[in-house]
């Protein structure tokens, strides 16, 4: 495998635990999240990492199979050219369901490689 791909597992991996790392500080509720600009700043900022890092991979071996490239890449390019159109509810569904779903997935990508 190709070493900037494995450079680009752990980019997602330590950002998704880096938004996870916010909640020990922050109570882990929609209303902090929708309340609190700087949790919110943080964590789209976390959300584009993972965005640039999965187009990367899917650039440079696009035999790797990760779900949902498109719509992880989407929501990345939305943060940054559409930050004006970011729904918090949104926002708040990937931190629950989708994250730790990519995490176990990433985790699994690092583990066989």
């Given amino acids: 495998m190709d070493e900037r791909v494995l450079k680009y597992f752990y980019d997602v991996k330590i950002a998704i635990e880096e938004i996870e790392s916010y909640f020990q500080t922050y109570p882990k509720s929609f209303s902090e999240y929708k309340n609190n600009l700087v949790l919110k700043r943080a964590i789209e900022r976390n959300l ?41 509810e949104n926002i708040w569904g990937v931190i629950i369901k989708h994250l730790p ?3 176990i997935e990433i985790e699994g990508l690092i583990t066989r490689n």
């Fill in 48 to 88: 584009e990492i993972i965005g640039e890092a999965i187009n990367r991979i899917s650039k440079i071996d696009q035999s790797i199979q990760i779900s949902n490239v498109q719509r992880i890449i989407g929501l990345s390019n939305q943060i940054i050219h559409g930050y004006d159109s970011i729904s918090d």
């Fill in 101 to 103: 779903r990519l995490k």
